[in-house]
């Protein structure tokens, strides 16, 4: 069974950065393509970056060159450096898996993925 946990949420003032981690289990280093994922009050979930099992990597256009995605197989924790935050960046991030069979590039789609962690809370203050 996969479980996903975020950690490394806080409040920050605009210009600064944030490294948020998902600790993994029940996923094989091959098999797995993962994700994180934000929802801001009022809105819906929005895919943020994305990992596939071939390390490749997909960004949604506003975070393009300040957010980072990376895994650490050793580690089985996903992280989302996050710099330059900005106040529209402010939402509750979530890490999300799927287990695949095969090639999986990622996607930013929520209905992509079948395992989510419970969230952290990411605050930018202008």
């Known amino acids: 069974q996969v479980q996903l946990g975020e950690s490394g949420g806080g409040s920050v003032q605009a210009g600064g950065s944030l490294r948020l981690s998902c600790a993994a289990s029940?996923?094989?280093?091959?098999?797995?393509?993962m994700g994180w994922f934000r929802q801001a009050p009022g809105k819906e979930r929005e895919g943020v970056a994305t990992i596939g099992n071939t390390r490749t990597t997909t960004y949604t256009n506003s975070v393009k060159g300040r957010f980072t995605i990376s895994l650490d197989n050793a580690k089985n924790t996903l992280y989302l450096q996050m710099n330059s935050l900005k106040p529209e960046d402010t939402a509750m991030y979530y890490c999300?898996?799927?287990?695949?069979?095969?090639?999986?590039?990622?996607?930013?789609?929520?209905?992509?993925?079948?395992?989510w962690g419970q969230g952290t809370q990411v605050t930018v203050s202008s």
């Open positions: 029940g996923l094989t280093a091959g098999s797995r393509c």
């Open positions: 999300a898996a799927r287990v695949v069979d095969g090639i999986c590039s990622g996607s930013l789609s929520t209905s992509f993925y079948n395992s």
